[in-house]
């Protein structure tokens, strides 16, 4: 069993910037994904950015080039820097850890974009 409390959210301007953060507790063992995803009203859940215990990382087309995922496995702590940010960015995000035997997720942190 893992705990996910996420952090960050808020109001922004467009084109401002916010950094997400989402620190996990309980028995995390070395190999595992870490990542956001986030859900517009009336949508589905969707990607936004994962990133492995190793580094790698994956992005989905409307992050590339204006968020960056990162991750400091000291802290077990996944962070989000969105920059650049449109209203089409508005949703509830939430993070995500997975590994072998579990796929846990936050309760979700809004993030609303006005122009």
């Known amino acids: 069993q893992v705990q996910l409390v996420e952090s960050g959210g808020g109001l922004v301007q467009a084109g401002g910037s916010l950094r997400l953060s989402c620190a996990v507790s309980?028995?995390?063992?070395?190999?595992?994904?870490m990542g956001w995803y986030r859900q517009a009203p009336g949508k589905q859940r969707e990607l936004v950015a994962v990133?492995?215990?190793?580094?790698?990382?994956n992005y989905s087309d409307s992050a590339k080039g204006r968020f960056t995922i990162s991750r400091d496995n000291a802290k077990d702590t996944v962070y989000l820097q969105m920059n650049s940010l449109k209203p089409e960015d508005t949703a509830v995000y939430y993070c995500n850890f997975r590994d072998r035997w579990r796929n846990s997720w936050g309760q979700g942190t809004q993030v609303t974009v006005f122009s």
């Open positions: 990133i492995t215990s190793g580094g790698s990382t």
């Open positions: 309980g028995s995390i063992f070395s190999l595992n994904t």
